[in-house]
């Protein structure tokens, strides 16, 4: 198990900047993490993901250039710093820890998953 707990979700205006955290314990070596995000009556779709070793990262095109994604193993702490935000990406944020050092895109590649924070975005 890999219980994943995520914090710093909250109301901010649009162009303002926002930074969630997950924090994993239990087996934590050798796994690639990712954040994911659901908005109201839409499917959950992939924002970023991070290797185990933090060399390789993959963004969304629609937060390329706005968000990044970051680690930092000796706290079991994966950081998604958002910038540039819009209300489009409102929604409630996941992350999420696959069995494997290798960043993925897919969902379905993620075994654990965090509870979730809402980032709320005003215009």
């Known amino acids: 198990q890999v219980p994943l707990v995520e914090s710093g979700g909250g109301l901010v205006q649009a162009g303002g900047s926002l930074r969630l955290s997950c924090t994993a314990s239990g087996r934590t070596f050798n796994t690639a993490m990712g954040w994911f995000r659901q908005a109201p009556g839409k499917e959950r779709e992939f924002v970023a993901t991070i290797s185990w070793n933090g060399a390789i990262t993959y963004f969304a095109d629609s937060v390329k250039g706005r968000f990044t994604i970051s680690r930092d193993n000796t706290k079991n702490t994966v950081y998604l710093q958002m910038n540039g935000l819009k209300p489009d990406d409102t929604a409630v944020y996941y992350c999420?820890?696959?069995?494997?050092?290798?960043?993925?895109?897919?969902?379905?590649?993620?075994?654990?998953w965090g509870q979730g924070t809402q980032v709320t975005v005003s215009s």
């Open positions: 999420a820890a696959r069995l494997g050092p290798i960043a993925k895109i897919s969902s379905d590649e993620y075994r654990y």
